[in-house]
C-alpha cells in the first residue's frame, strides 16, 4: 500500500503536527532515523543520490517519494490505519534466528573438544518434488535453494518415496510468495505445487565451519583464529593471548575441517636467533614436522621445526625469479632452503647460494637435487658477510674485470633477512679493487627489511643509505611485499650498487664516505623523531656535491 502525497500531507502525523510543516532539521533528523533499519536497501532505493532541500515546497514531495519506494521493497509494508513503516514478522523472526546455522550456545567456554555437543536441530523450508524432475528443477531454483557446505540440497521423502525434498534458503523463503515470477512459471509448467512445508533437519559437528565453531567457543565479542598458513601437513597457527586457553581445541578444530591437515603447531616465540626458526608448540595431531610443500611448481622437502619457510612470500619468491633472465648471475645471501636459488636456477641462470644455518644448508642441498638443479647451484654454509667478502668478492672480480664489456647478463644480489639485512650492506663498501665498471653492469641488489614508520618506503631507503653513507635517489626503488602485522611493513629496496661504494680508491674518498655515513644516520635519527624537514634540502646538497 503506498501514500499519496494528499495522504501525507494530512495524515502522517508525529507529535501532532504534519510532516511537511514541520521543521527542515526535525525532519531530516526523522529521515535519518527512519533510514538506519533500511541500511541494507540503500542500492535498491539509491537515495545517497536523492538530496533533501530547504525548500518547503519540495519536503512533501521528498517525503512521499520515500515512502513510495520503501512501500514497494520486500518484507516492509505500512500500517494502514497508522501509516507508520514497520517491519514484516518473517523479518524479525530472521533477526532473532540469525544465528540459525550457528552451533549451540552451551558450547560457550568449552576447551576440550566434545564434539557431540554440536548436536542441533533447526527447521528448514522445503519444496515436495517428484523424484524425476528433481534435476531439472534444481537448476532453476538456485536461489532460492539452501546453499549450505556439507548439507544436501535434495533429501527423499520421508513420507513419500517417489517424492524428494529441495531444501530452501531460511532466508530467502519465508513465506509462499518468496518465489520469483521466473521460478512460479517453471514451478507451473512441471506441475509442482509451491506450497512449502517444513523440515526438521539435524546438525552436528561435522556441518560447522571451523570458523563457527571457534566463535561460538571463545568468549563473545574476541577475535576468532580461522586463517594460518599451511606448510604440507602442517597448520601454523599464531594465536594471541586470550585465545590460548583454547589452544588446543582450536588446533584439534584447524585439523578437523582442513583435509590434509594432521598437525597444528604454534608459535611461542619471535624469529630472534640466529638461525631464523622458531620455537613451536604443537597444539593438536602428530608431532612430526618432516614436511613437504609445493610452491610454483617446485618441490621442497624440510623439517619445518629447524628452518624457516613462510609460504606469504610465494609471489615474492616469483617477482625476483621474473626479473632474472638466462644466463644471469644471482648471489642469494640468505637462501634458506632454496625458493629463490632454484627457480631462478632452473631458468638457466648461475647461482650461489648461501645461508648459515646448518639445517638449511643440508635441506638446501637436498632440494637442489630434488629438483635437478645440483650442477647449477654452488652452496655454501657461512655468515653473511663471509659470504659477501668472500664468495661473491671473488666472482664479483672476475664479472666486473676487464673482460665485462663484453658481459650481457646481469649480476642480481638477494638479501632476505628482513630483520637485519640492511646491516649487511656495509659489507659491499670497498669490496672491489680495481677500474671501476660501467655502471649498466654494476650488480642489481635486492634488499629486505621491515618498517614501522609512517612512511615506510622513505624510511627503508634512509636506512640503506644510512649504511652505505651515499644517496639511493638515482638508482633505487622500493617494493611493498607485504603487511605484516598492524603498523609492520615488509619491504624490498632495489638498486645498483653505485660505483663509488663498491670500489676501493675511487674518487670519493673513503673518509668522506664515513663521514657522510654518520650524517646520514644523524638523519635517519632525526627523521623518526619527525625533525628532518629544515635538514631535507641540505641532506640533498650535500649527497649531491
Given at each position: 500500500?503506498?501514500?499519496?502525497?494528499?495522504?501525507?500531507?494530512?495524515?502522517?502525523?508525529?507529535?501532532g503536527q504534519p510532516i511537511h510543516q514541520r521543521p527542515f532539521s526535525e525532519l531530516?533528523?526523522?529521515?535519518?532515523?527512519?533510514?538506519?533499519?533500511?541500511?541494507?536497501?540503500?542500492?535498491?532505493?539509491?537515495?545517497?543520490?536523492?538530496?533533501?532541500?530547504?525548500?518547503?515546497?519540495?519536503?512533501?514531495?521528498?517525503?512521499?517519494?520515500?515512502?513510495?519506494?520503501?512501500?514497494?521493497?520486500?518484507?516492509?509494508?505500512?500500517?494502514?490505519?497508522?501509516?507508520?513503516?514497520?517491519?514484516?514478522?518473517?523479518?524479525?523472526?530472521?533477526?532473532?534466528?540469525?544465528?540459525?546455522?550457528?552451533?549451540?550456545?552451551?558450547?560457550?567456554?568449552?576447551?576440550?573438544?566434545?564434539?557431540?555437543?554440536?548436536?542441533?536441530?533447526v527447521t528448514i523450508p522445503v519444496l515436495k518434488v517428484r523424484k524425476e524432475i528433481?534435476?531439472?528443477?534444481?537448476?532453476?531454483?538456485?536461489?532460492?535453494?539452501?546453499?549450505?557446505?556439507?548439507?544436501?540440497?535434495?533429501?527423499?521423502?520421508?513420507?513419500?518415496?517417489?517424492?524428494?525434498?529441495?531444501?530452501?534458503?531460511?532466508?530467502?523463503?519465508?513465506?509462499?510468495?518468496?518465489?520469483?515470477?521466473?521460478?512460479?512459471?517453471?514451478?507451473?509448467?512441471?506441475?509442482?505445487?509451491?506450497?512449502?512445508?517444513?523440515?526438521?533437519?539435524?546438525?552436528?559437528?561435522?556441518?560447522?565451519?571451523?570458523?563457527?565453531?571457534?566463535?561460538?567457543?571463545?568468549?563473545?565479542?574476541?577475535?576468532?583464529?580461522?586463517?594460518?598458513?599451511?606448510?604440507?601437513?602442517?597448520?601454523?597457527?599464531?594465536?594471541?593471548?586470550?585465545?590460548?586457553?583454547?589452544?588446543?581445541?582450536?588446533?584439534?578444530?584447524?585439523?578437523?575441517?582442513?583435509?590434509?591437515?594432521?598437525?597444528?603447531?604454534?608459535?611461542?616465540?619471535?624469529?630472534?636467533?640466529?638461525?631464523?626458526?622458531?620455537?613451536?608448540?604443537?597444539?593438536s595431531g602428530e608431532e612430526n614436522m618432516m614436511t613437504k610443500v609445493r610452491e610454483?611448481?617446485?618441490?621442497?622437502?624440510?623439517?619445518?621445526?629447524?628452518?624457516?619457510?613462510?609460504?606469504?612470500?610465494?609471489?615474492?619468491?616469483?617477482?625476483?625469479?621474473?626479473?632474472?633472465?638466462?644466463?644471469?648471475?644471482?648471489?642469494?645471501?640468505?637462501?634458506?632452503?632454496?625458493?629463490?636459488?632454484?627457480?631462478?636456477?632452473?631458468?638457466?641462470?648461475?647461482?650461489?647460494?648461501?645461508?648459515?644455518?646448518?639445517?638449511?644448508?643440508?635441506?638446501?642441498?637436498?632440494?637442489?637435487?630434488?629438483?635437478?638443479?645440483?650442477?647449477?647451484?654452488?652452496?655454501?654454509?657461512?655468515?653473511?658477510?663471509?659470504?659477501?667478502?668472500?664468495?661473491?668478492?671473488?666472482?664479483?672480480?672476475?664479472?666486473?674485470?676487464?673482460?665485462?664489456?663484453?658481459?650481457?647478463?646481469?649480476?642480481?644480489?638477494?638479501?632476505?633477512?628482513?630483520?637485519?639485512?640492511?646491516?649487511?650492506?656495509?659489507?659491499?663498501?670497498?669490496?672491489?679493487?680495481?677500474?671501476?665498471?660501467?655502471?649498466?653492469?654494476?650488480?642489481?641488489?635486492?634488499?629486505?627489511?621491515?618498517?614501522?614508520?609512517?612512511?615506510?618506503?622513505?624510511?627503508?631507503?634512509?636506512?640503506?643509505?644510512?649504511?652505505?653513507?651515499?644517496?639511493?635517489?638515482?638508482?633505487?626503488?622500493?617494493?611493498?611485499?607485504?603487511?605484516?602485522?598492524?603498523?609492520?611493513?615488509?619491504?624490498?629496496?632495489?638498486?645498483?650498487?653505485?660505483?663509488?661504494?663498491?670500489?676501493?680508491?675511487?674518487?670519493?674518498?673513503?673518509?668522506?664516505?664515513?663521514?657522510?655515513?654518520?650524517?646520514?644516520?644523524?638523519?635517519?635519527?632525526?627523521?623518526?623523531?619527525?625533525?628532518?624537514?629544515?635538514?631535507?634540502?641540505?641532506?640533498?646538497?650535500?649527497?649531491?656535491?
Open positions: 500500500m503506498t501514500l499519496s502525497a494528499d495522504d501525507a500531507n494530512s495524515d502522517d502525523v508525529i507529535q531530516h533528523q526523522s529521515m535519518r532515523i527512519l533510514w538506519r533499519p533500511f541500511g541494507f536497501l540503500r542500492r535498491l532505493l539509491k537515495l545517497e543520490s536523492c538530496r533533501v532541500t530547504e525548500s518547503e515546497s519540495l519536503i512533501p514531495l521528498a517525503w512521499t517519494s520515500l515512502i513510495q519506494k520503501l512501500s514497494r521493497a520486500p518484507s516492509i509494508f505500512l500500517l494502514n490505519q497508522r501509516k507508520r513503516f514497520s517491519t514484516m514478522p518473517e523479518i524479525e523472526t530472521s533477526q532473532r534466528d540469525s544465528d540459525l546455522f550457528s552451533p549451540p550456545s552451551d558450547v560457550r567456554g568449552m576447551t576440550k573438544l566434545d564434539r557431540t555437543a554440536f548436536k542441533k536441530t528433481v534435476n531439472k528443477l534444481i537448476r532453476s531454483l538456485k536461489r532460492a535453494a539452501l546453499q549450505r557446505p556439507g548439507i544436501k540440497r535434495v533429501i527423499d521423502d520421508p513420507e513419500d518415496k517417489e517424492s524428494r525434498l529441495i531444501m530452501l534458503d531460511p532466508y530467502k523463503m519465508l513465506t509462499n510468495d518468496s518465489f520469483e515470477e521466473a521460478e512460479l512459471r517453471i514451478l507451473k509448467q512441471l506441475n509442482v505445487s509451491p506450497q512449502i512445508s517444513k523440515y526438521n533437519l539435524e546438525l552436528t559437528y561435522e556441518n560447522f565451519k571451523s570458523e563457527e565453531i571457534l566463535r561460538a567457543v571463545l568468549p563473545e565479542g574476541q577475535d576468532v583464529t580461522s586463517g594460518f598458513s599451511r606448510i604440507g601437513h602442517i597448520a601454523h597457527l599464531n594465536l594471541r593471548d586470550h585465545q590460548l586457553p583454547f589452544k588446543h581445541l582450536i588446533g584439534q578444530v584447524m585439523i578437523d575441517k582442513n583435509p590434509g591437515i594432521t598437525s597444528a603447531v604454534n608459535k611461542i616465540n619471535n624469529i630472534d636467533n640466529t638461525y631464523r626458526n622458531f620455537q613451536m608448540e604443537v597444539l610454483n611448481n617446485y618441490i621442497y622437502e624440510f623439517d619445518f621445526s629447524k628452518v624457516y619457510w613462510n609460504p606469504r612470500l610465494s609471489t615474492e619468491h616469483s617477482r625476483i625469479t621474473e626479473l632474472l633472465k638466462p644466463g644471469d648471475v644471482l648471489f642469494d645471501v640468505f637462501a634458506g632452503v632454496g625458493p629463490f636459488a632454484i627457480p631462478v636456477a632452473k631458468k638457466n641462470c648461475t647461482v650461489f647460494a648461501n645461508d648459515l644455518n646448518p639445517e638449511s644448508y643440508k635441506w638446501l642441498l637436498h632440494n637442489c637435487t630434488l629438483n635437478k638443479v645440483e650442477k647449477k647451484v654452488k652452496v655454501f654454509n657461512l655468515d653473511g658477510k663471509d659470504f659477501l667478502q668472500g664468495p661473491v668478492r671473488e666472482e664479483l672480480m672476475q664479472q666486473l674485470g676487464p673482460l665485462s664489456k663484453e658481459r650481457k647478463h646481469s649480476v642480481h644480489i638477494v638479501m632476505n633477512l628482513p630483520a637485519k639485512a640492511i646491516e649487511f650492506l656495509s659489507a659491499f663498501k670497498s669490496l672491489l679493487d680495481g677500474q671501476p665498471c660501467g655502471s649498466e653492469l654494476l650488480p642489481i641488489v635486492h634488499c629486505y627489511s621491515f618498517s614501522k614508520d609512517a612512511h615506510p618506503a622513505e624510511d627503508v631507503q634512509q636506512q640503506a643509505e644510512a649504511v652505505l653513507g651515499i644517496s639511493l635517489d638515482a638508482c633505487s626503488s622500493v617494493h611493498l611485499v607485504r603487511n605484516v602485522a598492524p603498523n609492520k611493513e615488509m619491504l624490498c629496496i632495489t638498486f645498483r650498487v653505485p660505483a663509488a661504494v663498491l670500489y676501493r680508491n675511487h674518487t670519493l674518498d673513503l673518509g668522506f664516505l664515513d663521514l657522510l655515513q654518520r650524517v646520514m644516520r644523524t638523519l635517519h635519527l632525526l627523521n623518526a623523531r619527525g625533525q628532518t624537514k629544515p635538514f631535507q634540502k641540505r641532506k640533498q646538497q650535500w649527497l649531491k656535491s
